[in-house]
């Protein structure tokens, strides 16, 4: 009985000390305590709108510092028109840091799509690219073009 309640003693305080520490690091506790007050986008932005980054992590940082998920955020941020490569970052206490790069389109692709200048298809807006040439063929053939 005595090393019964020795395990169940241990296993209470196991369980005190780290449900806090699960609770801060999900943002179920202490969000407001720890806010994200600060985003630095950078990156050069001939088609991608800062604005729209913005909108896009907004949602993500609402729960504090610990529970923001940087996997998450580089998601939404590379599911914006345009955006090549997406690295995210937090630093203490308050900022979030994005860097981003533009595809730099060369071609149209006879789907819609647009050709990039290191030979990746990409989507872009409707009617992005007009004045460029049209390229048609096997999608997994358009690196060869370049």
């Given at each position: 009985?005595?090393?019964?309640?020795?395990?169940?003693?241990?296993?209470?305080?196991?369980?005190?000390?780290?449900?806090?520490?699960?609770?801060?690091?999900?943002?179920?506790?202490a969000?407001?305590?720890?806010?994200?007050?600060?985003?630095?986008?950078?990156?050069?932005?001939?088609?991608?709108?800062?604005?729209?980054?913005?909108?896009?992590?907004?949602?993500?940082?609402?729960?504090?510092?610990?529970?923001?998920?940087?996997?998450?955020?580089?998601?939404?941020?590379?599911?914006?028109?345009?955006?090549?490569?997406?690295?995210?970052?937090?630093?203490?206490?308050?900022?979030?840091?994005?860097?981003?790069?533009?595809?730099?389109?060369?071609?149209?692709?006879?789907?819609?799509?647009?050709?990039?200048?290191?030979?990746?298809?990409?989507?872009?807006?409707?009617?992005?690219?007009?004045?460029?040439?049209?390229?048609?063929?096997p999608?997994?053939?358009?690196?060869?073009?370049?």
């Open positions: 009985m005595n090393a019964l309640l020795r395990i169940a003693a241990w296993t209470l305080a196991i369980v005190l000390v780290a449900l806090p520490v699960v609770a801060v690091l999900n943002g179920w506790i969000g407001e305590r720890w806010p994200m007050r600060r985003l630095a986008v950078t990156g050069e932005f001939a088609q991608v709108d800062e604005a729209a980054v913005r909108e896009a992590v907004l949602p993500l940082v609402q729960r504090g510092f610990f529970a923001v998920d940087l996997d998450e955020v580089r998601v939404a941020v590379a599911a914006l028109p345009w955006v090549e490569k997406v690295e995210v970052r937090k630093r203490w206490p308050d900022r979030l840091e994005v860097r981003l790069s533009e595809h730099t389109p060369v071609a149209r692709w006879s789907d819609g799509r647009m050709l990039s200048d290191d030979g990746k298809l990409f989507a872009a807006p409707e009617g992005a690219g007009r004045g460029l040439p049209v390229f048609e063929g999608e997994a053939r358009a690196g060869e073009l370049m």
